[in-house]
Structures are given as structure tokens and as C-alpha cells.
């Protein structure tokens, strides 16, 4: 079976301080890959990142960075100097034929 | 179209009445997947067609859940009569294929809201 999990409901920052947030999966398949999106109040989802299972290195976008590793099936998504605009549900998915998504991170930057 | 569409952006219906939600995918995009996204939930996948395969339906609550694609372009989601737990936004996505290796675009929505 194919799971996500992102232990972490909810999320309070300050804003400019760094925060990660969480991701585990779950797949039997040795090809797939990784997503984070992101899904403001406006509702939206937007894509940030995707990731196939053969490429381990980390992966750094501005202020948003990337560390898969295979060996913990781990995930992880860190915001640094974090902003109020960054304010939003953060969703982790996996995908084979289908995503299959988390059940998100609500990340709350206040000023 | 240059995005997912999705109509209505809103709808308000009694309990028991059937609803028709419309997905209008990117145009060439042979991929076509719903997904539920109930309040404050991650998104539960409902079904997804690709060209003119069978659809999987793994994902569909109910057979009062039911969905088609027309012409392998719009597609449509009917809840036939209609429960207050069928209450949440419905988001349709597309993509070039079926396959992990393309992205997916989602609409933005209807958000259903049962009375």
C-alpha cells in the first residue's frame, strides 16, 4: 500500500525563522516520485517540487530547500526566513499512477 | 485553455438532490483525476481517466458517486442525491498522461455545500 504521512497538523512561526516541515511515505514501488504543494487561503493547489525516487540530492529553490532521503523515507520541506506570505496548508504526495496526498501541514507565519 | 476549469465555483444544494460538477482539463492534457477535499482534510482521490481506458473508480465513496469524460475532454462528477457528509470542495487536476513522471494542474475547485 501507498501512504503519506505528515505527523505535523499545524505549524506557528515568527516571521524570518526557519521551519521544516514533515514528510514520510509509504510505497513498495522503487520508481516513483515525490511532490510538495502548496494550497493558500485562496484554495488553490500550487506545485512547488517533484522529485523521483532515483535522484537523492537535496534541492534548493530561494528560500525553500528539499532533503529526500530513501534510507528514512523521508521527505522534508524547509522554509528559510520564513514569511507571512508563506502562510498556507503544505501537501506531501506520492505518486505511481495517482497521487496519493497527506493530510498536510497548516503553516502560520505571524509578523 | 491555459488551466484546469472548474464549475461551478460554488454550489448549494438541499439534501437529496443530485449535483453535476464540471472539470474543463487543459487542453490536450489526456489525464483527468478527481479528488475530495473535505474541510480541514488532505485530499481523498476519487477517480481518474485516462484517454479511452476504463476509468479507476477505486476512490469513489458510494455508487451515489459517479463520474464520465466526454469526448476525452470535460468531464463530469454527479453525487446523486446528496448527503450533508458529501459537503466539500471537489478539485479536478489533469495532466499529459497517466504516469509519475508528468505534473499535475488542478482547478480550483467547487466547493459543495449540502443543507
Redesign the interface.
Given at each position: 500500500a501507498q501512504k503519506v504521512t505528515q505527523a505535523q497538523t499545524e505549524i506557528s512561526v515568527v516571521e524570518k525563522e526557519d521551519v521544516t516541515l514533515d514528510c514520510v511515505y509509504e510505497t513498495r514501488d522503487t520508481t516513483y516520485y515525490l511532490f510538495w504543494y502548496k494550497q493558500p487561503p485562496s484554495g488553490e493547489l500550487v506545485f512547488l517540487i517533484r522529485r523521483n525516487s532515483f535522484d537523492e540530492q537535496n534541492e534548493i529553490s530561494g528560500r525553500y530547500s528539499w532533503n529526500f532521503q530513501k534510507s528514512t523515507s523521508s521527505f522534508n520541506f524547509t522554509i528559510t526566513a520564513s514569511q507571512v506570505v508563506d502562510s498556507a496548508v503544505y501537501f506531501c504526495a506520492l505518486t505511481a499512477d495517482k497521487l496519493i496526498f497527506g493530510t498536510g501541514t497548516r503553516l502560520q507565519v505571524f509578523p | 485553455g491555459a488551466g484546469v476549469s472548474q464549475s461551478p465555483s460554488n454550489k448549494v444544494t438541499e439534501k437529496g438532490k443530485d449535483v453535476e460538477l464540471r472539470c474543463d482539463p487543459i487542453s490536450g492534457h489526456t489525464a483527468l483525476?478527481w479528488?475530495r477535499q473535505s474541510l480541514g482534510?488532505?485530499?481523498e482521490?476519487l477517480i481518474?481517466f485516462q484517454g479511452n481506458s476504463a476509468p479507476?473508480k477505486s476512490g469513489l465513496p458510494s455508487d451515489r458517486f459517479s463520474a464520465e469524460r466526454t469526448g476525452g475532454s470535460v468531464s463530469t462528477l454527479t453525487i446523486q442525491r446528496t448527503q450533508q457528509e458529501d459537503s466539500a470542495?471537489y478539485?479536478c487536476?489533469s495532466s499529459l498522461a497517466?504516469?509519475?513522471?508528468y505534473?499535475?494542474?488542478?482547478?480550483?475547485?467547487t466547493r459543495l455545500t449540502v443543507v
Amino acid at each position: 500500500a501507498q501512504k503519506v504521512t505528515q505527523a505535523q497538523t499545524e505549524i506557528s512561526v515568527v516571521e524570518k525563522e526557519d521551519v521544516t516541515l514533515d514528510c514520510v511515505y509509504e510505497t513498495r514501488d522503487t520508481t516513483y516520485y515525490l511532490f510538495w504543494y502548496k494550497q493558500p487561503p485562496s484554495g488553490e493547489l500550487v506545485f512547488l517540487i517533484r522529485r523521483n525516487s532515483f535522484d537523492e540530492q537535496n534541492e534548493i529553490s530561494g528560500r525553500y530547500s528539499w532533503n529526500f532521503q530513501k534510507s528514512t523515507s523521508s521527505f522534508n520541506f524547509t522554509i528559510t526566513a520564513s514569511q507571512v506570505v508563506d502562510s498556507a496548508v503544505y501537501f506531501c504526495a506520492l505518486t505511481a499512477d495517482k497521487l496519493i496526498f497527506g493530510t498536510g501541514t497548516r503553516l502560520q507565519v505571524f509578523p | 485553455g491555459a488551466g484546469v476549469s472548474q464549475s461551478p465555483s460554488n454550489k448549494v444544494t438541499e439534501k437529496g438532490k443530485d449535483v453535476e460538477l464540471r472539470c474543463d482539463p487543459i487542453s490536450g492534457h489526456t489525464a483527468l483525476y478527481w479528488y475530495r477535499q473535505s474541510l480541514g482534510q488532505g485530499l481523498e482521490f476519487l477517480i481518474y481517466f485516462q484517454g479511452n481506458s476504463a476509468p479507476d473508480k477505486s476512490g469513489l465513496p458510494s455508487d451515489r458517486f459517479s463520474a464520465e469524460r466526454t469526448g476525452g475532454s470535460v468531464s463530469t462528477l454527479t453525487i446523486q442525491r446528496t448527503q450533508q457528509e458529501d459537503s466539500a470542495v471537489y478539485l479536478c487536476a489533469s495532466s499529459l498522461a497517466i504516469g509519475f513522471n508528468y505534473g499535475y494542474t488542478f482547478g480550483s475547485g467547487t466547493r459543495l455545500t449540502v443543507v
